[in-house]
């Protein structure tokens, strides 16, 4: 691919832009905004050096040439994906610059560029990240290899690529475009990091790829898996039979007995798994949806310990779950857990799939589901512009769009401003008086200072219309009841927490919400379920032995890190719990006792 018109054929001071050789295969660009010739070259080199190959190198020496040149970028089909902009001495104003990149092409990452120990640069780039000016930061290269710098930077391309979607497809859905099931096969794809292709089975291409798999008006979605030796269509197939297709499970014998059994893989039930495993005990973990729980679908969390930059909640989820099967963690996708039993000291956990889990403890991490709006004409449209949770695989289908987001706490927020990049408008619906109860500071002001997100106080969603798509929300003042229809593209719903423990019945206590109680809260009744002289465990339910962490337990708090710090900690507690049943076994049946009478 040639570059655009009146590109440099060389790097030189004297020009306001170069391209850094015109690469023919380059299906993007990362252009580089730098006043200062010295940390210019060094950032040109050491870009060219390692991404020229993939991506079309773009040095601009004065920033008001960095907007032709990305229209111009964009008219050669050449895609930005990175914009690296320095802020230091002779760059005081590249926070302002990066921030316009924004209104240019709104799905660019803006990346500052500060130099090393230039730490009054360093905190307002800070600051320009919690507002939202800029997407992250890295460190200028001082010599070659620069390593540390390429590291981030690499990350930064993989997630501006995951984001636009394209690329290799490991699996290709074909579908109605605006069906519920079509929205849920590729969230599930996008949760699960799978890189999925979705093509409409009206258009021409799906038509096409519908004729060459022999399929004539199939049940839809058709569900083709690329990457096994021979390629397998699915028709109109089920979570299980995707989940079996992949040939990831491990078959259980009815015989085994684990050690631990988590039921859900949110994060409190993979840190429970990396615990568990890491440590010697048998670990099976059941996962009737997704990898990660609702914090899965979140686009970007600032706030998790050790990353600096953020990190999206699949990625989170699919780290962790990939460091628990490291440690031999075994895995049910797709399998719900429908009943728990007490049977001579051990556990049975009945699947939806008929299969049965034995266990000596278990850990519920079932989580919580978003509250459902309850409105029927709505509930039609679900998949149609209605979604629940943040679902971030639609987000580029909101290009120019005015979307709604309903809630109030940090994954609306999070789901906003992810909405923000493509959206023409986006406006979050608050049933309190302020977010300030309900949502993370840093969420807050960058809401604040995104210029097409709005903020709703005092309001909920009382009906909508709609037909194929939604066209249209009814909206309802709390205080007066008075009601407005304005016109809406889309509505993503993250209202309240119910907890999935419906599973459960009676053989757990639970409060009137459904959120299991533990230690010092379980009901005086339970007491006598415990060995004497042991009361219930922290996190301990109403069962000896069955634990709860994460959302599905009351009192939790709804943050990811707060949910994997329990997860983690029912480890020691399951240890203890082993070792008081081990102490027990061998005080009832005393071998060296019984030898020494036979004897």
């Known amino acids: ?109 803006r990346v500052a560029a500060v130099g090393w120990g230039d730490w009054q640069s360093v905190r307002s780039v800070f600051d320009a990240v919690i507002l939202g000016k800029i997407d992250h930061w890295v460190t200028r290269p001082v010599q070659t290899p620069a390593e540390e710098f390429h590291r981030p930077v690499t990350e930064f391309l993989r997630e501006w690529g995951s ?112 615990g568990a495993s890491s440590e010697g005990l048998r670990t099976v973990v059941v996962e009737h949806e997704a990898v990660g729980g609702q914090a899965g679908t979140s686009s970007m969390i600032r706030n998790y310990p050790g990353f600096s930059q953020g990190i999206s909640g699949a990625k989170l989820a699919q780290e962790t779950w990939q460091q628990a099967w490291t440690f031999g963690t075994t895995f049910l996708y797709m399998r719900q857990a429908q009943s728990l039993t007490e049977k001579n000291g051990r556990y049975q956990l009945v699947l939806s799939d008929g299969g049965v889990l034995t266990s000596r403890t278990v850990i519920i991490a079932t989580g919580a589901s978003y509250r459902r709006l309850g409105v029927p004409r709505l509930e039609d449209l679900q998949g149609r512009g209605v979604f629940y949770g943040a679902a971030v ?29 493509w959206a023409d408008r986006v406006t979050v619906l608050a049933r309190a008086e302020s977010l300030a109860d309900s949502m993370s500071d840093y969420l807050l002001r960058q809401i604040g200072a995104t210029p097409n997100i709005d903020v709703c106080y005092r309001v909920q969603v009382a009906d909508g219309t709609g037909t194929s798509h939604l066209q249209s929300l009814i909206l309802e003042d709390t205080a007066s009841g008075a009601r407005r229809s304005v016109p809406a593209d889309a509505l993503f719903v993250l209202i309240g927490s119910q907890p999935r423990t419906q599973w459960l019945g009676d053989s757990i206590a639970r409060d009137q919400q459904g959120f299991i109680l533990t230690g010092p809260e379980l009901p005086a009744r339970t007491s006598s379920r415990w060995p004497p002289g042991r009361p219930p465990l922290p996190l301990e339910t109403s069962q000896p032995g069955v634990f709860a962490a994460g959302d599905a337990r009351r009192g939790s708090v709804k943050r990811v890190a707060s949910a994997v710090g329990e997860g983690a900690a029912t480890i020691p507690l399951v240890h203890h719990h082993l070792e008081t049943m081990a102490v027990a076994s061998a ?9 020494t009478k036979i004897s």
């Open 163 to 274: 984001g636009r979607g394209g690329g290799f497809e490991a699996v290709q859905v074909i579908g109605e475009q605006w069906s519920a099931r079509s929205q849920e096969l590729r969230d599930l794809f996008s949760r699960h990091r799978v890189p999925a292709g979705f093509y409409d089975a009206t258009s021409e291409r799906g038509q096409q790829m519908l004729h060459e798999l022999g399929l004539e008006s199939p049940d839809l979605p058709v569900v083709v898996l690329r990457f096994a030796a021979e390629r397998s269509a699915l028709v109109n197939p089920s979570n299980l039979e995707i989940a079996d297709a992949f040939g990831v499970m491990t078959p259980i014998s009815p015989e085994e007995v684990f050690d631990v059994a988590v039921v859900g893989a949110g994060p409190a039930g993979l840190a429970a798994a990396v």
């Open 1 to 109: 691919m040639s570059a655009p018109a009146g590109v440099a054929a060389a790097v030189d001071e004297g020009l306001a832009a170069a391209v850094c050789g015109v690469t023919a295969e380059a299906q993007a660009a990362i252009v580089m905004v730098c006043r200062d010739p010295g940390a210019r070259e060094i950032l040109r080199r050491e870009l060219f050096k390692r991404y020229c190959g993939d991506y079309q190198i773009v040095v601009c020496g004065r920033p008001g040439e960095l907007a032709p040149w990305m229209r111009d970028l964009r008219a050669a089909g050449l895609p930005v994906a990175l914009v690296i902009g320095a802020v230091g001495a002779l760059d005081p104003d590249g926070i302002e610059v990066l921030a316009a990149v924004r209104a240019i092409d709104p799905t660019a990452l």
């Open 393 to 421: 695989s639609e987000a580029p289908a909101m290009r120019g769009r005015n979307v709604f987001v309903a809630g109030g706490g940090n994954s609306a927020g999070q789901t906003a401003l992810h909405m923000a990049k």
């Open 587 to 595: 005080a009832a049946y005393p071998r060296d006792g019984l030898l």
